[in-house]
Nanobody, 125 residues
Framework: QVQPVESGGGLVQPGGSLRLSCVAGGSDVSINNMGWYRQAPGKQREWVAT???????AYADSVRGRFTVSRNTAKNTMYLQMNSLKPEDTAVYYC???????????????????WGQGTQVTVSS
């Protein structure tokens, strides 16, 4: 059983930075794609970023250039460095893991089998 656990959320002022982490606890399987999603109050969950098994990355337009996703495969850990944070980045951030065959792209939420409980990020002065 794979259980992703997020950490690193908190309260930050606009323009500030945070670094989120996701550890795939209990995992003895190879993890294909790893993704970050977020859900703001009253809104649907939205995709933020993905990093593939080969460490290729993709970002939502709203965060490209400000957020950077990375992973340490040996530690089954993924990171999200968030810079130049804006109030509209306020949300619960979720880690998602795809354990399908290596190299298969993840295009939809349903491609991720395991989800963390989320970590709150609040951007406010």
């Amino acid at each position: 059983q794979v259980q992703p656990v997020e950490s690193g959320g908190g309260l930050v002022q606009p323009g500030g930075s945070l670094r989120l982490s996701c550890v795939a606890g209990g995992s003895d399987v190879s993890i294909n794609n790893m993704g970050w999603y977020r859900q703001a109050p009253g809104k649907q969950r939205e995709w933020v970023a993905t990093i593939t098994s080969n460490s290729n990355t993709a970002y939502a337009d709203s965060v490209r250039g400000r957020f950077t996703v990375s992973r340490n495969t040996a530690k089954n850990t993924m990171y999200l460095q968030m810079n130049s944070l804006k109030p509209e980045d306020t949300a619960v951030y979720y880690c998602a893991l795809d354990v399908r065959q290596m190299g298969v792209p993840a295009s939809f939420e349903r491609d991720y089998e395991y989800w963390g409980q989320g970590t709150q990020v609040t951007v406010s002065s």
